[in-house]
């Protein structure tokens, strides 16, 4: 299979829907629903989702879907597309960036395909398994900062699941003491992008879903990055939690995350 070919249809399938919705959003109110404590949804998630099944279906139809909002709920054998068609959707109730559509295209167990756009700032980034990572075709590299002491560091706040609230704080205020600063996006799946790019060195939240950290996992890896679990394992696309750096301070950053996450 061409990964790559199949990255740049994405890619063109993502951008269009972006227009699409921007546009939508334009002519239309938003309408919320709320799924859960601070968990809302709007017409246009499902709008944008319902588009991007529909292109899927074409690129790779004997493929399934893990998508957020349900559209489609058949799991394929060998293949499935990971949705999320608004990462951010808060951000995109009041109107404030990012937010962002994120596939991911998962052979097996590991991830292929990676695409995120950027409604806001219109960046489309994109790759594949072996191909790199690109932002608006121009390829990019995560950074070269050596130290954590020297890394502007992105976050999620917990929003609804307070279990590892006090674990998560002791990290923060490791990194508030330790790094150049902290900053809290409202998109994950950006905040992996960023990373991909150089922008950010280093990202970490717990409490995640596979949709909004798959192809932002690719992104980093193949911009030469490191992603992990709070444990420095590979359970990071299910396993609800994410550490993603570029490689040179992985090491040093995985110190206050395991101590801090180890404890009860």
Known sequence: MDYKEISHKVAQLAEQVGLKLMQYRKENAVQVEVKGKHDFVT??????????????????????????????????????????????????????????????????QRIVVGVIYELCGRELFVSSLGGGA??????????????????????????????RMQQYMQLFMHLTHNSAGLRRHGSAATDLAYVAAGRFDAFF???????????????????????????????????REIVASNALIFDEFMIPTKEAFSKK
């Not at 293949?79 to 295209?105: C, E, K, M, Q």
């Not at 070269?144 to 279990?163: H, Q």
């Not at 939240?205 to 596979?210: A, S, T």
């Open 134 to 163: 690109f932002l608006n075709g121009q390829q990019i590299h995560v950074s070269s900062t050596p130290k954590v002491a020297d890394s502007l560091v992105s976050t999620g706040f917990p929003y609804s699941n307070y279990e």
């Open 205 to 239: 939240e717990y409490d995640l879903k596979p949709y909004d950290v798959a192809a932002g996992v690719l992104l980093v890896t193949e911009a030469g990055g490191r992603v992990a679990d709070f444990t420095g394992g590979d359970n990071y696309i299910f396993g």
């Open 43 to 108: 017409q246009m998630d499902k709008y944008s989702e319902r588009l991007l099944v529909e292109g899927l279906s074409t690129i790779l139809p004997e493929a399934g879907y893990i998508a957020e909002e349900g559209t489609r709920t058949d799991r394929g054998e060998k293949y499935n597309w990971i949705i999320d068609p608004i990462d951010g959707t808060t951000n995109f109730i009041h109107g404030v960036p990012p937010h962002a559509i994120s596939i991911a295209l998962m052979e097996d």
